[in-house]
């Protein structure tokens, strides 16, 4: 009997014994450390694997990410010929949605502001902006990126997306490619990051870029957190180039004591809360996954190493 191996979260592993058992008989389900008999072992669902993968599961057939993400993982550690496949399931996808609409609704209607004024007890109202006069840009358009421009254009915000490569988007204005990127962080008073965090992507969010988007526009950061280069947020946001940021991935995680996001009045940090998977529609989702493989059929989610996602 095949083994499929769980090395993550113990309590959402548990969720994902009971959906096989039901689902999926005839795999033997293991939660790490139990792994059984290593040459029996097929499939792996890790966030980080075990080291020498090829000589301590020599039969392994795929990998999967327990998380969103593939950026944990050592690709030149990894086979050569190993399919992996990054977990794309709803649970994932509406908390992103949630949590960004939440955020850009937030800067669209000054609460930031209106916080601070509390403090201040200050009683101040400010003006109100129509949200087809506010212009929203996603950078990154896989389906998370697609999912929010999905919800957010329809509570009449003028969106856009960016990407590396063309994609297209109903009802939406995309751009791609560097040609493309100066036009897109013009036309940006709220720029959104769900970018995967590659060679190109690291250090992505800089001086060079915040300089390209109007005065005074505002950061959702929910990308990773090597993307953002701090000292040139806090220096932006010190300018006024920026006014807000939500930060919720940093580097490191967590943040140590001190730092200055801690206290910024001008910074709302959450602790990479924004997106998790739920652990009965993901192991869904890698059932389905399971089903697809041993059909021949593509899996979804299965990585391009040549792109890194």
């Known amino acids: 009997m095949d083994i499929f191996l769980y090395k993550s979260d113990p309590v959402r592993g548990r969720h994902w014994a009971e959906a ?8 033997d389900f293991r939660i790490w450390p139990d792994i059984g008999d290593p040459a029996r072992v097929r499939f792996l669902a890790a966030w980080e694997p075990p080291a020498d993968l090829a000589t301590t599961f020599p039969h392994l057939q795929v990998l999967f990410s327990s ?24 649970g994932i996808v509406s908390g992103m ?71 297209t988007v109903d ?26 965090l ?25 990308g990773r957190g090597p993307q953002l280069v701090e000292r040139d947020l806090l220096a932006a946001l010190e300018s006024g180039q920026l006014t807000e940021a939500v930060i919720d991935v940093t580097d490191p995680e967590p943040l140590p004591a001190g730092h200055a996001f801690w206290a910024h009045p001008r910074i709302q940090l959450t602790p990479h809360i924004a997106s998790m998977t739920q652990p009965h529609s993901a192991a869904e989702a890698v059932l389905e996954n399971l089903r697809r493989f041993q059909a021949g059929e593509p899996m979804v989610g299965l990585v391009d190493r040549s792109k890194g996602y």
Do not use: N
């Open 20 to 27: 096989f058992r039901q689902r999926a008989p005839r795999i």
């Open 67 to 90: 998380g969103a993400g593939v950026d944990q993982f050592d690709f030149e550690a990894l086979p050569a010929d190993l399919p992996v496949v990054r977990m794309i399931e709803p």
């Open 97 to 167: 949605v949630e949590y960004v609409t939440h955020a850009v609704l937030g800067l669209h209607r000054d609460m930031p502001q209106y916080r601070r004024q509390q403090r201040e007890g200050v009683w101040k109202p400010l003006p109100v902006r129509r949200a087809a006069e506010r212009r929203i840009g996603v950078l990154g358009l896989g389906s998370l990126g697609q999912a929010v421009l999905a919800q957010l254009a329809p509570l009449g915000f003028d969106c856009a997306g960016w990407s590396r490569s063309r994609r």
């Open 171 to 196: 009802g939406v204005a995309t751009c791609a490619g560097a040609g493309e990127l100066h036009a897109f962080l013009a036309r940006t008073d709220v720029l959104i990051c769900l970018l995967p």
């Open 198 to 222: 590659t060679g190109e992507t690291r250090g992505f969010l800089g001086a060079a870029l915040f300089d390209q988007l109007p005065r005074g526009a505002a950061l959702v950061h929910v």
